[in-house]
């Protein structure tokens, strides 16, 4: 994607890769989603790198999601590049996708999103961007060191590690921390993004990033002492709800074939065991009474599942809908969220030639 551009057939070829090693005159933004965050901001800014191996420019951006106090203020004086402002709090997924597009359209390279809390370190910021430097991955999750993280229960690191084993296996990566907020995105990883849910958009991003086959990696990162409670897991109970909330939601859009199938499955069961007891009853044990009640449970149950079933085939015909609307909204963000200005040489994103929707005709394939 980041190559020398060659003729459409090789920028099209290029963008099916999702080759994402950085090219020369390469900036790096780290973004901060920021909800009221005027007493922690200054710290985590201060520790921000300016500079980064494999990068010839860092900005930071900091995304105000309807702060009442003087967070805008202090990233201003703080040295913050880009601000970008919500009128009225949207939530953080809300926040972290509007960062994303003030970066791709700054012109970033990689992406990387950090807590405004100071939560990670600061220093891991060239590790965590390495594989995506190396070409080797599109979105790389900084992993904590969650066993040894004192303010977390045991109930949270027990949810956490729940919660990681979901997102791996609907994802099939190896991510161990999925609900961490430190991560590098490659541009291509950045445009691909698309969140449905509002609370956050930890594990939506990886269980996308594996349906859409991009590269996740993972790094260990360290984290500091806590500044502040979690803003975001104000309570277990609200915690469960919502990661239960985003799972089955995962579930359902990335994998709809095999969630209804499961779902159908169970009346399906239980209808075909009221069937089998029926007919051993009557023609085996040939016990005298027709079972009606049975019988109409059993018809029931099978229909019930039956219906669910096809549910999961409909489901499926529209997931594969929402593959090509993907693939079109891709390209398009291609286009309209490339930096202002003629590309950089070597700053090609795979398609910046295309001109016009006709070109659209050409993604065939990527
Ligand atoms: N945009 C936005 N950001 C939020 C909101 N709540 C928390 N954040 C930000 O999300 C990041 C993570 O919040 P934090 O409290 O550290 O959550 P935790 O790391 O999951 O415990 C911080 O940078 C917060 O400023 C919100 O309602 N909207
Ligand atoms: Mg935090």
Redesign the pocket.
């Known amino acids: 994607m980041f190559g020398p551009v060659g003729g459409q057939d090789e920028r099209v070829a290029a963008a099916a890769e999702r080759v994402s090693a950085p090219p020369s005159g390469a900036l790096l933004i780290i973004q901060?989603?920021?909800?009221n965050?005027e007493e922690t901001l200054p710290v985590t800014l201060a520790d921000l790198p300016r500079e980064v191996a494999g990068f010839d420019r860092v900005e930071w951006l900091v995304?105000d999601?309807g702060s009442s106090d003087r967070t805008v203020e202090v990233a201003r004086a703080c040295g913050v590049d880009h601000i970008v402002s919500h009128p009225v709090?949207?939530?953080?997924a809300?926040?972290f996708t509007t960062g994303l597009e003030a970066a791709l359209r700054a012109g970033a390279d990689v992406v990387v999103n950090t807590?405004?809390?100071n939560?990670y370190v600061a220093a891991c910021i060239p590790d965590l961007v390495a594989p995506v430097v190396d070409g080797r991955a599109d979105l790389v999750i900084g992993e904590r060191p969650i066993e040894s993280i004192e303010e977390f229960s045991a109930v949270k690191k027990r949810l956490q590690r729940i919660g990681s084993w979901v997102v791996r296996v609907f994802s099939h990566s190896d991510v161990r921390d999925a609900?961490s907020?430190f991560r590098a995105f490659s541009r291509e990883a950045a445009l691909h993004v698309q969140l449905h849910g509002r609370y956050s958009y930890t594990m939506e991003t990886i269980v996308q990033a594996g349906w859409e086959g991009l590269r996740i990696a993972t790094v260990p990162v360290r984290v500091n002492p806590a500044t502040r409670p979690?803003?975001?897991?104000r309570s277990l109970p609200s915690y469960m709800f919502r990661s239960a909330q985003t799972i089955v939601r995962s579930f359902v859009l990335y994998k709809p074939f095999r969630f209804f199938f499961g779902v159908g499955a169970l009346p399906i069961a239980l209808g075909m065991l009221l069937v089998v007891r029926w007919v051993v009853l009557s023609w085996v044990v040939q016990q005298h009474g027709t079972r009606v009640p049975s019988l109409v449970a059993a018809a029931v149950l099978l229909l019930l599942g039956f219906q669910i079933w096809i549910f999961g085939v409909v489901a499926d015909l529209l997931s594969a809908n929402r593959r090509i609307l993907s693939e079109l909204r891709v390209a398009m963000r291609r286009r309209t969220l490339a930096p202002s200005g003629p590309p950089a040489a070597g700053h090609a994103d795979g398609l910046g030639g295309l001109d016009g929707l006709d070109d659209l005709d050409d993604l065939d394939g990527v």
């Open positions: 901060i989603p920021c909800f965050e995304i999601d709090n949207r939530g953080l809300a926040a807590d405004a809390d939560q609900a907020g979690s803003r975001l897991v």
